[in-house]
């Protein structure tokens, strides 16, 4: 049984910085490009970056160079760096698993995690 399990949100102050996990289990994570997406209350669910089996990656616009995304193959996981957060950042963060390199669309996803909040104060 395929799992994602993200950690490290949590409140963090305007101008901050928080570092996302994802651990992944039940798949061969090197054949899997790995994503991050977030969804913020009353919002839909948006692409903030993505990472090939190899380590190229590709973000999506809203992350403006503040965020990095990496991971460790021999731990399963992938990280997501996030620095100059804003409060526009609050949000639910999921970390996803899918068959293809460098996607950005939700449904080239196979597997999610169930999320972890992060809240940005002013």
């Known amino acids: 049984q395929v799992q994602l399990v993200e950690s490290g949100g949590g409140l963090v102050q305007a101008g901050g910085s928080l570092r996302l996990s994802c651990a992944a289990s039940g798949l061969t994570f090197s054949n899997f490009g790995m994503g991050w997406f977030r969804q913020a209350p009353g919002k839909e669910r948006e692409f903030l970056a993505t990472i090939g089996w190899s380590g190229n990656t590709y973000y999506g616009d809203v992350t403006n160079g503040r965020f990095t995304i990496s991971r460790d193959n021999a731990k399963n996981t992938v990280y997501l760096q996030m620095n100059s957060l804003m409060p526009e950042d609050t949000a639910v963060y999921y970390c996803?698993?899918?068959?293809?390199?460098?996607?950005?669309?939700?449904?080239?996803?196979?597997?999610w995690g169930k999320g972890t909040l992060v809240t940005v104060s002013s």
């Open positions: 996803a698993a899918s068959p293809s390199a460098l996607a950005s669309r939700r449904d080239r996803y196979n597997y």
